[in-house]
Nanobody, 127 residues
Framework: VQLQACGGGLVQTGGSLRLSCASSGLTLDYYAITWFRQAPGKEREGVVCISSRGGRIFYADSVKGRFTISRDNAKNTVYLQMNSLKPEDTAVYYC?????????????????????WGQGTQVTVSS
């Protein structure tokens, strides 16, 4: 089972990127998906979480109003649209899912409750 995160890159402040999280071996529509990020020298932090059916979404305060998560279960893919990017958004972004189906960890950003992880994609926002 693998998650693959892609779509990162270098963008200027105020720009946009769309990240994708796909899976081989895991039917994503059974699982909540959370995006985490980790900047150099900092702890990994939860960015946004979407429930398996998409009805519940949790955002970190730092990205509310700028980032949007969505999922296309037919394509087995979850997307993270990032707008109005800031230099402080620079980090490696990871997608992750818990082992259990139809379950969101509590709190949703507790990284230790996540079992499957993508390899990470670098997002760099220049000032």
């Amino acid at each position: 089972v693998q998650l693959q995160a892609c779509g990162g890159g270098l963008v200027q402040t105020g720009g946009s990127l769309r990240l994708s999280c796909a899976s081989s071996g895991l039917t994503l529509d059974y699982y909540a998906i959370t995006w985490f990020r980790q900047a150099p020298g900092k702890e990994r932090e939860g960015v946004v979480c979407i429930s398996s059916r998409g009805g519940r979404i949790f955002y970190a305060d730092s990205v509310k109003g700028r980032f949007t998560i969505s999922r296309d279960n037919a394509k087995n893919t979850v997307y993270l649209q990032m707008n109005s990017l800031k230099p402080e958004d620079t980090a490696v972004y990871y997608c992750a899912s818990p082992r259990e189906r139809r379950w969101i960890p509590s709190p949703w950003n507790n990284m230790y409750e996540y079992h499957y992880w993508g390899q990470g994609t670098q997002v760099t926002v220049s000032s």
